[in-house]
C-alpha cells in the first residue's frame, strides 16, 4: 500500500531536482522558494526513510537510493502526463503528443522525411521535437518531459533504465570547405591538421569520446585551433568562409556532401561507426502515435540505408 504522506508535489519536486541537480534551478523551475523545496525533500526522505541526494563538489547528485526512486518516480509523471494528455486531448478531439529528442545526426537527414509522411496520417497529435546533446535529451526522456531519444547509442553507463533498437550505422567524417588545401593530392593530412582551424564535438557529447580516441590513435596532439561544438548551423557558415576541418557525424552533413558544398577528406573513419537508432524508457508503453511515428522513422532510415548502398 502506498504511504499516503507521499503527495504529488513530493515527486513533482524530486524529480525536478534530479534533472536539474540544483534545488536553486528547480526552485526556479518550479516557481516555488528555494526553502520550500528544501522542505519538501526532506519531508519525501523522512516518509521513505533514507537520504535521495547527497553532495558532489559543490552541487548534489541522487544517493544510491536517489537513483532507483527517481525510476519509479519518473514513470510515475510519465504515467500521469499520458493520463491528462488523455483526458484533455480527448475533450478536445486530437491526438496524444508526441514527444522527441533529436540529436544533430538525424534532425537534418531523418526528420524532415519522418514528418513530412507522419503528418499525412493525419492523427490529430501535435509533435515536439527537441534536440540538443545525448546526455541533456537522455535526462529529459529519464524524467518523463520526452517520449523517444532518436540518435547514437549512448555509452553503457548512461544507458540504465532505457531500451535501444538499432536502425543503421554511421561513421564521423572529416570535412571542408570544396578546393580546401587538404584536398591537394599527396597531402600527409593528419600531420597538418593543427595549421588549421579544427570543429570538433564536445567532450561531453555522445561522439566526443570517439573522435577523442580517434585522434589519439592516430598520433595526433594538441589542436591549438580547437573549437568545441554541437552546432550544425555554425559549423555550416564558418567551413564556408574558412579553411576550418569539421569533425562530426556524416549524417549531419550529408546533404552538404551530396550537394557538393562540403567535402569529405580522404581519410578511413571506420573504426568510428557507431549504432543509430531509438531510445526509449523501459517501463513505459508507446502511446499509438508514437507507435506510428517510429515505424515511420524505421522506413524512413531502412529507406536512407537502401539508397546508400
Do not use: C
Request: proline share 5%; glycine share 8%; net charge neutral.
Amino acid at each position: 500500500m502506498v504511504d499516503t504522506r507521499v503527495k504529488f508535489r513530493h515527486i513533482q519536486t524530486f524529480v525536478e531536482i534530479a534533472r536539474q541537480k540544483s534545488v536553486v534551478r528547480a526552485a526556479a523551475s518550479l516557481h516555488i522558494s528555494q526553502p520550500a523545496v528544501t522542505k519538501t525533500i526532506r519531508e519525501l526522505e523522512d516518509v521513505l526513510g533514507v537520504a535521495l541526494f547527497e553532495r558532489d563538489g559543490r552541487g548534489i547528485k541522487l544517493s544510491r537510493y536517489g537513483e532507483i526512486f527517481l525510476k519509479h518516480a519518473g514513470a510515475t509523471m510519465t504515467a500521469l502526463r499520458q493520463a491528462v494528455d488523455s483526458v484533455s486531448q480527448d475533450a478536445a478531439n486530437t491526438g496524444t503528443p508526441v514527444r522527441i529528442g533529436a540529436l544533430p545526426t538525424v534532425s537534418v537527414r531523418i526528420m524532415p522525411d519522418v514528418m513530412s509522411t507522419f503528418l499525412r496520417e493525419d492523427t490529430g497529435s501535435t509533435v515536439k521535437i527537441v534536440t540538443g546533446e545525448n546526455a541533456v535529451l537522455l535526462e529529459q526522456l529519464r524524467v518523463g518531459e520526452l517520449d523517444l531519444v532518436v540518435g547514437r547509442l549512448a555509452a553503457p553507463e548512461k544507458m540504465t533504465g532505457f531500451s535501444f533498437e538499432h536502425l543503421y550505422s554511421e561513421k564521423v567524417r572529416f570535412v571542408v570547405r570544396a578546393n580546401h588545401p587538404l584536398l591537394r593530392e599527396g597531402t600527409a593530412i593528419y600531420e597538418r591538421l593543427s595549421e588549421f582551424p579544427i570543429l570538433t564535438p564536445t567532450r561531453n557529447s555522445v561522439i566526443g569520446p570517439v573522435v577523442e580516441q580517434f585522434l589519439i590513435a592516430r598520433g595526433v596532439g594538441a589542436l591549438p585551433k580547437r573549437i568545441e561544438t554541437v552546432s550544425d548551423a555554425f559549423g555550416r557558415a564558418f567551413l564556408r568562409n574558412s579553411d576550418a576541418i569539421w569533425i562530426i557525424s556524416e549524417g549531419v552533413v550529408a546533404a552538404d556532401i551530396a550537394d557538393g558544398t562540403l567535402v569529405v577528406l580522404p581519410l578511413d573513419t571506420g573504426d568510428t561507426s557507431g549504432p543509430v537508432g531509438l531510445t526509449m524508457r523501459a517501463d513505459t508503453q508507446p502511446s499509438l502515435p508514437l507507435l506510428l511515428l517510429m515505424q515511420t522513422i524505421r522506413e524512413t532510415a531502412e529507406s536512407l540505408a537502401s539508397a546508400k548502398t
